[in-house]
């Protein structure tokens, strides 16, 4: 009796095909906007406009992102991922040395938030409504997308063994980081080493 296989164009491979092309499909969108975003106003981008930059028709753009505002909360999305995946290599990177790895987390984020240009028009006070929502009053889908990343660096650097915990930490973290897009510190200020000597204690007192 022949044994069955499961053959490499099945439904398996078709899906993996579909979600890495829709992943293409996205982050092309993405790269785009932040094209268009270094030339204008987000106010001043239309659907048009990043179809046209990520060469696709407007109709494939709005099935996928369904609108500007879906446009926006992604581009912000895939930022708050980067900036995690910073701040993560950073904290990895100071094994033992909490407030370290705090305090080069927090100012990697800084850095590379600055060079940002949807970032650049928060701080400066330039960017619109839709804009600013995004890390304010409709900042909650980033806020709960960088806390369950962040939690779980939090238990695996730290070694901390209570999630409900790792998860507190993990909120203060991006409540703390986000505050900075919205209200930028001052040329005297350190925040980075501020926040990090703050939360070391309160992280230690976890471990």
Known sequence: MAHSTVS????????????????????????????????RDW???TM???????????QTLY???????????????????SYVDLFGAAVTGHPGDVQGGLEKGFADF????????LVQSALAGTAKLDVMRLVTTDGGVILDA???RLAKIAMDAWGLQDYAAAARIGRLVVRQ????????????ENPAADLSRVLAPLIESLR
């Open 48 to 58: 048009a406009d990043i179809a046209t930059a990520a060469g696709m028709s407007r």
């Open 146 to 148: 960088a806390s369950v």
């Open 110 to 117: 800084l850095i590379e938030a600055a060079t940002d240009p």
């Open 63 to 81: 099935n996928e992102f369904k609108s500007r505002h879906g446009v926006a909360e992604a581009y912000a999305l895939r930022l708050v991922d």
């Open 43 to 45: 106010s001043e981008v």
């Open 8 to 39: 490499a164009s099945g439904p398996q491979a078709r899906g993996s095909y579909q979600q890495a092309a829709r992943e293409l499909l996205r982050q092309t969108v993405l790269h785009a906007t932040r094209e268009l975003l270094s030339e």
């Open 177 to 188: 980081a986000m505050s900075f897009i919205t209200l930028a510190p001052r040329p005297e």
